[in-house]
């Protein structure tokens, strides 16, 4: 799908600058210069390229937003699965206290959590991921509540195997249908929200080149005129958001075709 | 089960929820590294004394439990805490950002509700055609955009097309000298018969509220779409169009209001996205809004703020869901167990 | 001969997908005269939803109707443009479907429902279009206290006499029902057929096709009785013919497939073998790969459409000159 052209195009560039040796952090005297032949898109106010910074960016927001993925798929899954298997108080316990995080829009939780533990990959990582583990948390409880009564779990147990194995070996791939359309969307939202904390001052440290902290940092130059600074970085967002987004979404097709299957009696 | 009986239910739910919700606030901010003491006091080089005192005042040498029981009663009375940056009772600062981001919301949302209906549904009566395509596009790509960049864009457009129309701020200081009555402006201009000040206040709102409506309206275009197109499919449509109705009827007095309960419960539930989404449009037009105060906040290490209004956005944001669960309730005749 | 009311002609509607193509129906015909109920049997995917469907234009997206001919009341359907098969929907001809539980708008009551069916074709005021559809609730003995009730408020039962009743809303000529009891149990079943016997005795009138896999449900009410099988006729008789003496092959097993409670104890059989693949249907004799009979011309030739005995015809080469029952089907044949 268009989807996966573009974000094989994305990550396209992203290895090419890194082999092609392009220096984000490189400064020269030309502050704050327009596009030209010899930067091609422009310089930002220490002189740095923004072809440079912006390709190279590219590598911190994809990996921060998918460590992100990760970890809220991790931890979303395996708290889902616990709690869904066991049931009872428990259960009850932690779904009110995922209902809560539910609530709160991630990036907020995002921010909120960023303002604590301070700017870093892993940090960044972290905060954003916590906004999503309910999304994968209720996935995971819902498919575990809806297989666990059924025969063959029983007999599985009867077998003899541990907890264990009988969540993760025989219950949990179930779920992995619903998750990876979800895990991919999210993969265009992470980039959004990193971009967002990066915009705040929350993100990644000075000087790593990263999308939303350079766009950020060129608004005090756009009443002088300098307009790409703020323009490119964004630019990347877009483009790469919308490649995982059309490829979420053309998984979600392929799984729900799957799924439910209509019967049509001619 | 009555309505009335469901809608006290629903609202003795809402306690537990909250609790829970100020609960995840607090242990955040409590359990996470960094200590607000010394983020308070900063480079100032302080002694040992000074911080032991700090910390005393602020509450933070008592067991942890007992801190989250004098919060939780604490927020029962209506108070907040203190801002140690501002030196003001956090409740204030709330109240003086509050009418800023009701005024941008508000009219985000006057710009986005219709725009995404009409798109959604036109869209989703050409279903198929190169209109139905291009909006489903627009919408997608739209959605992609982040609501900061494109606040940017237009800020930028402003300035190398010079456009008259400002591109920070709530009102121009040398032109709006209007008594702030509620604190929305457009309100507030109206009140005082300032012909000036309205136009002044209108002309501030157009590229938030063209920013943050628009973001808005690429996500209702979708969910309205994709609602109309599913209901289309069922049965009683075919049934309806079999006995005879006319395309257009079967459309406006079958399809639509089946579509419109859970567009309507989505939007409801857009309340979060709405609250992210002017924090940063709030930030990139120094709009001074409950947004703006939370980066503020954030970035002066002012943590009570911080906490504040975070368990503001996580109030409002369950009083949202409340509403969309009782408005559900009274047009669907179907809820009612 | 009775004048016709409906009448089919070689009927083919296919649905086209992208990557085959569906002969639903494939060369039906048949007629159905005023105030007669015609019975459509056939298993799950034999194409008999889809006749009833295409009588009234309206196949479901990918079906398009290939040829044929239907004449209702002397005009040809498929040559009406939109407005005025409009108007013959419901007024003419109405439809009688199996879910009654999606068949209604959730949001309105029921009574508006069935209002509404008389609104949209005849210019009444909305008083006397809700007198009607509450005359209508009586007809179909239901409470007048559920006339405001919401769909979810209804039993299957209810909502399937609510379906008749609001297909009853414009005095149609003809009402086909597709599969109408199979989603309700026994009990209610026999309600409902009760009560479907009652409208064809009170309204003189009234046409039914009644399509069904359920052939006990199909002969207690049916005049006559149309076999189909993968898009194809296999036998057309009067009930009584058609049960006692089954001349298709098909029509035999399918006749032994319902328990006769009186009749003597036999061992419940069943057709052996699947339905055929409609994409691509077998050659000859859409029947041949399941049939006890069939023979070599069978899997080569279509068989052709004949009187066997006195309105009763047959597609079967066993009843052709050459075949081995061209004298008459041997009693009990094993």
Known sequence: MAGTVIVVAVLTLDVYAHVGGLDPLATTYQYLSPPDLAHVLGTDQLGRDLLARVSIGTTFSLLVAF???????????????????????????????FDALYALPPLIIAILIAAMIGAGIVNTGVAIAVGYMPQYFRIVRGIIFSIKERPFIESTRAIGAGYFSLIFRHMMPYAIPSIIALMTLNMGSGIVDVSGLGFLGLGLPPPTPEWGTDLGRGRDFITSGAWWPSTFPGLMIVISVLGFTLVGEGLDEVFRATSTRQKEKF | MRLRTFILL?????????????????????????????????????????????????????????QYVDYVFGLFRGDFGYSMVRMDPVTTELAIHLPATIELTFWSMLLAVPLGLYLGVFAARKGGGKMDASIRIGALVRWCVPVFWFGLVLQILVVQFGL????????????????????LYVIDSILAGDPRALADAFLHLVLPVATLGTTMAASITKIARTNVVDVLGEEYIKVASLKGCSDDRVFQKHALPNALIPILTYTGLQVAVLLQGAILTETVFSWPGLGRLLVDAVSHRDFNLIQGCVVLFALVVSIANLIVDISYAIVDPRVRF | MVESLLDVKDLRAYYYVPSFTVKAIDGISFGISEAEALGIIGESGSGKSTIGWAVLRALPNPGKIVSGEISFGGRNLLELD????????????????????????????????????????????????????????????????????????????????????????CKPKLVIADEPTTALD????????????????E??????????????????ISDKILVVYGG?????????????????????????????????????????????DMRDPPNGCVFHPRCKYAWGKCKEVVPSWREVEKDHFVACHLYEVGGAWEHGRPHNPS
């Open chain 3, 186 to 201: 026994v009990i209610v079943q026999a309600q409902i057929l009760r009560l479907m016997d009652n409208l064809k005795s």
């Open chain 3, 232 to 276: 194809k006729m296999m036998e057309y008789g009067a009930t009584n013919e058609i049960i006692k003496n089954p001349l298709h092959p098909y029509s035999i097993d399918f006749v032994n497939a319902f328990p006769n409670i009186e009749g003597t104890k036999m061992l419940f059989e069943s057709i052996p073998g699947d339905p055929p």
């Open chain 1, 67 to 97: 460590i992100s993925v990760i970890i809220s798929v991790g931890v979303g899954c395996i708290i889902g699965a616990i709690s869904g298997f066991f049931g009872g108080k428990i259960d009850r316990a932690i779904s009110l206290a």
């Open chain 2, 164 to 183: 008259p129309l400002p591109i920070a701020g709530q009102a121009n200081p040398r032109i709006t000298t209007v008594h702030e009555v509620t604190g």
């Open chain 3, 203 to 220: 309204l003189k009138s009234l046409s039914i096709m009644f399509i069904s896999h359920d052939l006990s449900v199909v002969a207690g």
């Open chain 2, 10 to 66: 629903r609202l003795l739910l809402m306690i537990p929820m909250i609790l829970m919700l100020v609960t995840v606030v607090f242990a955040i901010m409590r359990i996470l590294p960094g200590d607000p003491v010394l983020a308070v006091l900063g480079s100032r080089a302080a002694t040992e004394e000074q911080i032991e005192a700090l910390r005393h005042q602020l509450g933070l040498d008592k067991p942890l439990y007992l």
């Open chain 3, 82 to 169: 939109r407005e005025e098969m409009r108007k013959i929907r419901w007024k003419e001809i109405a439809m009688v479907t199996q879910s009654a539980m999606s068949s209604f708008d959730p949001l309105m009551r029921i009574g508006d429902q069935i209002a509404e069916a008389v609104t949209v074709h005849e210019d009444i005021t909305q008083e006397h279009a809700i007198e009607r559809a509450k005359g209508l609730f009586k007809e179909v003995s239901l409470e007048p206290s559920r006339f405001k009730s919401y769909p979810h408020e209804l039993s299957g039962g209810m909502r399937q006499r609510a379906m008749i009743a609001m297909a009853l809303a």
